[in-house]
């Protein structure tokens, strides 16, 4: 039985034992914080089907929605640290503490070990709007007095606080709609019910068949998917938002453990068949080991506080 086959709940507890020279001896769960058949949920089981074969036993996948897909993390909070309990991490971790006080510290309760891939996000209208680049819509945000209004998937979203940013930055004046999902914001922004959307890659199919324009991307460079759509950095605003997703384990894990996980993830990540879905489902080949992520978890949760601060959100 494949990965994808078993459930979280097939995992021997009493396997999990902490020899961490015989690691893995048990199937190892890793949860991914949003629904089953999103794109985060088919990018894992890619990924979770490569990460066994490196380990030698399965990497079964469990589904926990909800709370901004911080619910992965509050799980590592009573996981055993042998390392058979894991979580994808969203870059949601690194932000909702200071909005909502979560019960985690992103600081002290968590191993981290390696960064798997990120999001690309665009800003794009309607192919039927008048505005053919980002200037023209700023132009038009400017004259019109708030008449802009964007959706994204959520408030305070990395697609909302790019925007807000991106509106404090060039004086453009635009209302924030936020939606349960990018497929609501993109059926609104169709439907000319909003102006604009910042949206992942769930747009493409919609840009390739000529129904939505893409005005600019807010990655550090252009996107593979629409090379001819130019970064905010590119427009002359410094505004990059690539979301990475990594996976990490509770504090306290065994460096061994943490070493066997960082080796097979690599593998993982760079075996053509996972390096193939990445971009076919549209987003970024991102890696960091465990160094690396330790360091850009510390950088993201500082840096997430004063961008929160900047759009005036209430800081805990």
């Given at each position: 039985m494949t990965a994808i086959g078993l459930l979280a709940t097939d995992l021997p507890a009493a396997a999990q034992g902490g020899n961490a020279a015989s690691y893995p001896n048990a199937p190892v769960k890793l949860i991914v914080p949003y629904t089953a058949g999103g794109v985060t949920d088919i990018m894992g089981r890619l990924f979770a089907e490569q990460a066994g074969k490196r380990l030698g036993q399965p990497v079964i996948i469990e589904n926990k929605t909800g709370a901004n897909g911080t619910l992965g993390g509050v799980q590592m909070l009573s996981a055993d640290p042998a390392g058979y309990s894991l979580t994808m991490l969203p870059i949601g971790t690194f932000r909702m503490p200071h909005i909502t006080g979560a019960q985690f510290n992103p600081l002290k309760d968590f191993t981290y070990i390696s960064v798997i891939s990120g999001f690309n996000y665009y800003i794009a209208v309607n192919s039927n709007s008048p505005w053919m680049n980002m200037s023209d819509l700023i132009a038009y945000a400017k004259k019109s007095n708030g008449a802009v209004s964007y959706g994204t998937p959520g408030a305070n979203s990395s697609q909302h606080i790019g925007m807000a940013q991106l509106g404090v930055q060039a004086k453009a004046d635009w209302t924030h709609v936020p939606f349960?999902?990018?497929?609501?914001?993109?059926?609104?922004?169709?439907?000319?019910?909003?102006?604009?959307?910042?949206?992942?890659?769930?747009?493409?199919?919609?840009?390739?068949?000529?129904?939505?324009?893409?005005?600019?991307?807010?990655?550090d460079v252009r996107s593979p998917d629409l090379p001819n759509a130019p970064t905010l950095k590119e427009q002359g605003f410094p505004i990059v938002h690539t979301s990475p997703m990594g996976i990490a384990g509770p504090k306290g894990m065994d460096p061994t453990v943490v070493k066997k996980l960082e080796t097979a993830f690599r593998e993982a990540y760079k075996d053509p068949e996972y390096q193939a879905g990445l971009k076919k489902l549209g987003m970024s080949a991102i890696y960091m080991n465990a160094a690396d992520y330790t360091k850009y978890a510390t950088e993201t949760f500082n840096g997430e506080r004063e961008a929160l601060k900047s759009m005036g959100v209430e800081v805990k």
């Open positions: 349960k999902g990018d497929a609501d914001a993109i059926s609104a922004l169709l439907g000319n019910h909003i102006q604009a959307v910042v949206s992942s890659s769930s747009i493409l199919p919609y840009v390739n068949s000529g129904k939505i324009r893409v005005l600019a991307s807010l990655g």
